[in-house]
Nanobody, 122 residues
């Protein structure tokens, strides 16, 4: 079984920074894309940033220039560095990953973490 566990959320003042991390564990053959989504209060979940196996990244327009996504292939982790945080960045942040298992290496399954709360407030 595969598990994604996020860490690093919390309360920060506007203009501050936070770094989120997500670790994938379990029976893993390979990990394709990894990424971060968020769900603000009362709104739908939205893509924040993603990174492919090859290292290509994409960002929501609202976070470009402020957030940076990276991954550690050896540790099966993905990070989200968030700078110049704004109150509108307040949300539950979810990690996700497209993972292949050794028993079915041609099949890709998407897994989600449990979410970590980020609150930007003075």
């Amino acid at each position: 079984q595969v598990q994604l566990v996020e860490s690093g959320g919390g309360l920060v003042q506007p203009g501050g920074s936070l770094r989120l991390s997500c670790a994938a564990s379990g029976t893993i053959f390979s990990i394709d894309a990894m990424g971060w989504y968020r769900q603000p209060p009362g709104k739908q979940r939205e893509l924040v940033a993603g990174i492919t196996w090859g290292g290509s990244t994409n960002y929501a327009d609202s976070v470009k220039g402020r957030f940076s996504v990276s991954r550690d292939y050896a540790k099966n982790t993905v990070q989200l560095q968030m700078n110049s945080l704004k109150p509108e960045d307040t949300a539950v942040y979810y990690c996700n990953a497209d993972i292949r298992s050794p028993s079915k290496p041609n099949a890709q399954y998407t897994y989600w973490g449990q979410g970590t709360q980020v609150t930007v407030s003075s």
